[in-house]
């Protein structure tokens, strides 16, 4: 079932809801005999996929219900939550058949915080009676709905931080120690006049070897699982090469003991 919001004319400009195609609704179109929808951009890419919907009629709801014209296609709004796509969205006037309850956004180039209470006392000047509920800025809400995978995600960080760190002890310790047993092997190669060079190219030929094998398989493995934390980003993808190739950069500090 398609979703239908109930809005006035100045829903998408105050939500910065870019227009698409068409125009927004307009004070005439409250009137009981105009009959106008807007549709977003995915109810519009998947039911009109090659043809402009712009003038072409629409039924939804039973289906006794009147025919309403597309006057507009605005953007994709995430209303189910940031970790969702956007679905197939209606808009309706909502002048011409208001609902039981509605939603007031305000917008103000000042803190918006301030302007609560003179939001509470607008409305109660109109009805005394309407109830005022659930008052919070935008920001507020978009932090609210991220809260559950926020937490996820610094939880993870904190541990895969912890687990960095006690990487590059770990590595770095295991090669220094292998690199101090052959210490006897550097001194008669050096006796029977191996170069101090070639010594410690060999050391460091081995190193890399070892800790390019081990970047391989661990960047190998974290690609292979970077789909299970697809959901806990947003705005960016799980295989960000910045973040790959530093990690790399940090655990190459095995160069550093051999």
Not at 23 to 42: A, C, G, Y
Not at 76 to 92: I, S
Not at 191 to 198: F, N, Y
Request: hydrophobic residues 45%; contains cysteine; glycine residues 10%.
């Amino acid at each position: 079932m398609t979703p239908v919001e109930h809005v006035n004319p100045g829903y998408f400009r105050t939500l910065r809801i870019s227009l698409l195609e068409g125009r927004v609704f307009d004070e005439t179109d409250s009137r009981p005999e105009t009959s106008v929808v807007i549709l977003n951009k995915v109810f519009a890419q998947r039911f009109f996929p090659n043809d402009d919907p712009i003038a072409k009629r629409i039924r939804f709801g039973p289906t006794e219900s009147s025919w309403s014209t597309i006057v507009g296609v605005v953007g994709n709004v995430r209303h189910t939550g940031p970790d969702r796509e956007a679905e197939p969205q209606v808009y309706v006037p909502y002048a011409g058949n208001p609902p039981s309850t509605a939603m007031l956004a305000v917008r103000t180039d000042s803190d918006p915080r301030n302007l609560a209470a003179v939001v509470r006392d607008q409305v109660t000047a109109v009805d005394t009676e309407q109830p005022v509920f659930g008052v919070s800025t935008m920001e507020q809400r978009v932090l609210d709905s991220l809260s559950g995978p926020r937490f996820n995600t610094t939880l993870l960080g904190f541990f895969g931080f912890v687990a960095l760190v006690l990487a590059v002890g770990v590595v770095y310790g295991v090669v220094a120690y292998f690199v101090a047993l052959r210490t006897h092997e550097f001194g008669t190669r050096v006796a029977l006049g191996a170069r101090q060079r070639g010594v410690v190219g060999t050391v460091m030929t081995q190193g890399i070897a070892m800790t390019a094998a081990g970047l391989g398989l661990g960047l190998g493995g974290a690609f292979a699982l970077t789909r299970y934390l697809s959901t806990l980003l947003y705005g960016m993808r799980p295989t960000d090469p910045i973040t790959f190739a530093g990690v790399a950069l940090i655990l190459a500090a095995a160069l550093l003991a051999c």
